[in-house]
């Protein structure tokens, strides 16, 4: 029998294809885009030309290209651009206006001057900067600098007075705007969402943005990510837009897979675009739902929330809850039992984003209703610490109980929440299976899963979250040629090790794409 020449072979290596037809390997076989064949070294002659490329993987293990199941790229593009404020960079306050200074001393007067990624569990004063600490470093530009988890920021008096926050500006729905307790003057700080400062903070001009989607991609494609999600809520037909001319202008290297916030459901739905509207490299994903119960008020209201969600249903979209504490979880459960009652719909695959405090019980629910689940097991690592002081002990086990998913067969996929931790694939493995934190501690341990059950979540599960399981997330034959060669076999080490595993190549539609210097 004879066989079509690959353009690419991968030899030398242990395939962990996730295919369960044949879990391992030792070769695979490219040709196009395409996987052409895996199987042991009799492929090599089998599948090689005279135009094949060779790569000798020198015993490294090869996996399927990680896909990132929640994240945010152009935030995490901006980020890149933006004064870098993150706590392995900044230790204190003096830090960040140290680092907001320079870039002032570098801005023209008046233009604006943003910094990211602060936090202040790790500052030394343990707490947010305030309006007049960034004035005394850029008295004469307005300053926006963002918390690390894209939901709070802190403005200097020249920001607030031109997006025109003021003391008598009323705290919006589902936010709060930092006062000063004497005066009720506004401190700087921002938690939420906020209108004023979504339309007064200029965003980034399509050049701007080009440039740190570019330098995104790099780092993408560094920790072997091929495919990403984009759950911004934010998100509606100018993104779809800049989406597409990157891709036309070749910018846009890994695959996305786009989610749209409600308010843009009928522009989307009115072109005739839903869920699976796109191609392979560039596609539209579900609805983003935001909840929220920070106020001790659920937003939207139960009634408003059904609404949506049979709108976005009905059209044919795939929905996407953001649930983040018990509340929320359990007002998108009872949506989705409303929908399905009225409007039945087999494979809906409708998510649950984040589900990060699960009591039991609830996931019996979760399985009822059919959803997949998207988590963010890294945030057990970076977050664990607060998390241990912020939550009861005995409630330690609800926080992203993947061992008790998984007992229940729950769809599970993995994500980082980019920018809010780092996007690094296999210290989400890590997490998942060790349940360490960064101080050491270990939260809920017996919640661990193992090795190749997070591997799926963040490869064939992430896949299954946006209906790409028939063409992405294993190594199998007619599916999309995209991967990645690991330094170690995280199957096959100490689970504590896990995490200084290394991407060395990433192939991503058969073509080499990124290669460890």
């Known amino acids: 029998m004879s066989h079509a020449s690959a353009d690419l072979l991968l030899y030398n290596t242990q395939v962990i294809t996730l295919d369960q037809r044949q879990p391992t390997a030792e ?3 490219i040709g ?21 490329r060779l790569i000798d993987c020198e015993g490294r293990t090869v996996v399927p290209g990680f896909i990132d199941a929640h994240c945010h790229p152009f935030s995490f593009a901006a980020t890149l651009l933006y004064v870098n404020c993150s706590p392995s960079v900044v230790k204190d306050i003096a830090g960040i206006q140290t680092g907001i200074r320079r870039r002032a001393e570098q801005t023209p007067v008046g233009k604006w001057v943003r910094a990211a990624q602060y936090n202040e569990a790790y500052l030394a004063e343990r707490r947010h900067p305030d309006r007049r600490e960034l004035d005394r470093a850029a008295p004469h530009h307005p300053v926006i600098l963002i918390h690390y988890s894209g939901s709070i920021c802190v403005l200097n008096g020249l920001a607030l007075r031109l997006i025109g926050i003021t003391r008598q500006t009323p705290d919006p729905q589902g936010g709060r705007i930092g006062r000063d307790q004497e005066t009720g003057e506004p401190d700087g700080l921002i938690v939420g969402r906020n209108e004023l400062v979504e339309k007064g903070v200029p965003p980034l001009d399509e050049e701007e943005l080009a440039e740190g989607v570019k330098l995104a991609c790099r780092d993408y494609l560094s920790y072997g990510i091929t495919s990403l999600q984009d759950t911004t809520w934010s998100n509606g037909f100018a993104h779809w837009q800049i989406f597409q001319r990157l891709k036309e202008r070749d910018l846009l290297p890994v695959r996305i897979s786009m989610l749209i916030g409600c308010d843009g459901i009928d522009e989307f739905k009115g072109m005739g675009l839903s869920t699976g509207t796109g191609d392979d490299h560039l596609r539209l994903g579900g609805v983003k739902i935001a909840l929220d119960e920070s106020t001790g008020h659920p937003h939207p209201p139960q009634k408003e929330l059904d609404y949506y969600a049979l709108a976005a249903h009905e059209a044919g979209f795939q929905l996407a809850f953001h ?17 399905l009652q009225k409007f039945p719909r087999s494979d809906h695959r409708h998510r649950l984003e984040h589900c990060a405090i699960c009591p039991p019980g609830l996931p019996d629910k979760v399985g009822k209703s059919g959803a997949v689940i998207v988590t963010q097991p890294p945030f ?11 939550v009861p002990s005995a409630q330690l086990g609800w926080i992203y109980p993947l061992r008790s998913f998984q007992r229940r067969g729950l769809r599970i996929a993995a994500s980082s ?11 989400g493995i890590y997490a998942a299976v060790t349940r360490k934190v960064e101080t050491g501690q270990f939260l809920a341990p017996w919640e661990g899963v193992s090795p190749v059950e997070a591997l799926k979540m963040y490869t064939i599960e992430a896949a299954y979250a946006s209906f790409d399981d028939p063409i992405k997330g294993t190594i199998t034959p007619g599916k999309l040629a995209d991967l990645a060669i690991l330094s170690d076999n995280p199957l096959q080490m100490e689970r504590e090790d896990i ?15 990124w290669e460890r210097p």
Do not use: Q
Not at 33 to 48: A, F, H, Q, S, T
Not at 329 to 338: C, G, I, V, Y
Not at 417 to 427: G, I, K, Q, T, Y
């Open 499 to 513: 995490k200084e595993i290394k991407v060395m190549l990433t192939v991503l539609d058969g073509k080499v794409v």
């Open 323 to 339: 649930v983040s504490d018990i509340y929320t979880l359990e007002a998108a459960l009872t949506s989705l039992k409303f929908i």
């Open 27 to 29: 070769v695979v076989a």
């Open 32 to 52: 196009g885009n395409r996987i052409l064949g895996v199987g042991g070294k009799d492929c090599l002659k089998l599948y090689r030309g005279t135009e094949t």
């Open 417 to 427: 929440d980019s920018p809010v931790v780092p996007l690094n694939p296999l210290m």
């Open 380 to 390: 057990l690592y970076y977050l664990g610490g607060r998390y241990m002081e912020a």
